[in-house]
């Protein structure tokens, strides 16, 4: 958008909800509740994955080969890897962002409740545009692991699917929040971030 946060009441906005980043948590936690087309996609992918990553486990259990420790390993590899890519996922929601026409970007780490932010200090954003900045980590990183899954050594498959896994389980946030604006798509929302205060806000568009 090519508003600016002050321009918004002359614009015909008005506060709907603030969002303190140490609230981020519950916040998600609500929205990820609402029945909406992306906490659909949301659970039905983790439930796809715990399902993959089942079979991978009881694959060849009759097999003379066959040692569940080596998969519990292999699978592990897949959670570290999950988390090594946390920095990776922030910084391509801010190339995303910069694609929209945000300047200032930055990140936000709160280690004691487990969330990572990346924000554009007083951009304005819209549904459409925050749907390519929420949704391009889990995208593009989904899509390599999926590359990657038939590409790799079979006794790798089942790291790859435990990163898929943890991965997109921790893109609740971006899913929590995607789900806030699918929710009130009917208030044209808009939100922007306020990294000094840490807060961010979402205002609806009036009728006229």
Same mark, same amino acid.
């Given at each position: 958008?090519?508003?600016?946060?002050?321009?918004?009441?002359?614009?015909?906005?008005?506060?709907?909800?603030?969002?303190?980043?140490?609230?981020?948590?519950?916040?998600?936690?609500?929205?990820?509740?609402?029945?909406?087309?992306?906490?659909?996609?949301?659970?039905?992918?983790?439930?796809?994955?715990?399902?993959?990553?089942?079979?991978?486990?009881?694959?060849?259990? +009759?097999?003379?080969?066959?040692?569940?420790?080596?998969?519990?390993?292999?699978?592990?590899?897949?959670?570290?890897?999950?988390?090594?890519?946390?920095?990776?996922?922030?910084?391509?929601?801010?190339?995303?962002?910069?694609?929209?026409?945000?300047?200032?970007?930055?990140?936000?780490?709160?280690?004691?409740?487990?969330?990572?932010?990346?924000?554009?200090?007083?951009?304005?954003? +819209?549904?459409?545009?925050?749907?390519?900045?929420?949704?391009?980590?889990?995208?593009?990183?989904?899509?390599?692991?999926?590359?990657?899954?038939?590409?790799?050594?079979?006794?790798?498959?089942?790291?790859? /699917?435990?990163?898929?896994?943890?991965?997109?389980? /921790?893109?609740?946030?971006?899913?929590?929040?995607?789900?806030?604006?699918?929710?009130?798509?009917?208030?044209?929302?808009?939100?922007?971030?306020?990294?000094?205060?840490?807060?961010?806000?979402?205002?609806?568009?009036?009728?006229?």
């Amino acid at each position: 958008m090519q508003l600016k946060p002050d321009e918004l009441i002359q614009n015909h906005y008005v506060l709907l909800d603030n969002l303190g980043h140490k609230e981020l948590v519950p916040f998600i936690r609500t929205y990820l509740k609402k029945r909406t087309k992306y906490t659909f996609i949301y659970y039905l992918s983790n439930l796809i994955l715990i399902f993959l990553v089942g079979y991978l486990f009881l694959k060849g259990f +009759n097999s003379p080969e066959y040692k569940l420790g080596s998969r519990f390993t292999y699978f592990s590899y897949g959670l570290a890897i999950a988390f090594a890519l946390i920095p990776l996922h922030e910084f391509i929601h801010v190339l995303a962002y910069k694609s929209q026409g945000a300047k200032n970007t930055s990140y936000d780490v709160h280690l004691k409740k487990l969330y990572f932010m990346a924000l554009a200090d007083k951009f304005v954003i +819209n549904k459409k545009e925050f749907e390519i900045v929420a949704l391009a980590p889990f995208v593009s990183i989904s899509t390599v692991l999926i590359i990657l899954y038939f590409v790799v050594p079979s006794n790798w498959n089942i790291t790859i /699917m435990g990163v898929l896994l943890a991965h997109t389980a /921790m893109c609740s946030g971006d899913f929590g929040l995607l789900s806030y604006f699918e929710f009130n798509k009917e208030k044209n929302v808009v939100s922007y971030d306020d990294v000094e205060n840490k807060i961010s806000y979402f205002y609806a568009k009036l009728d006229k």
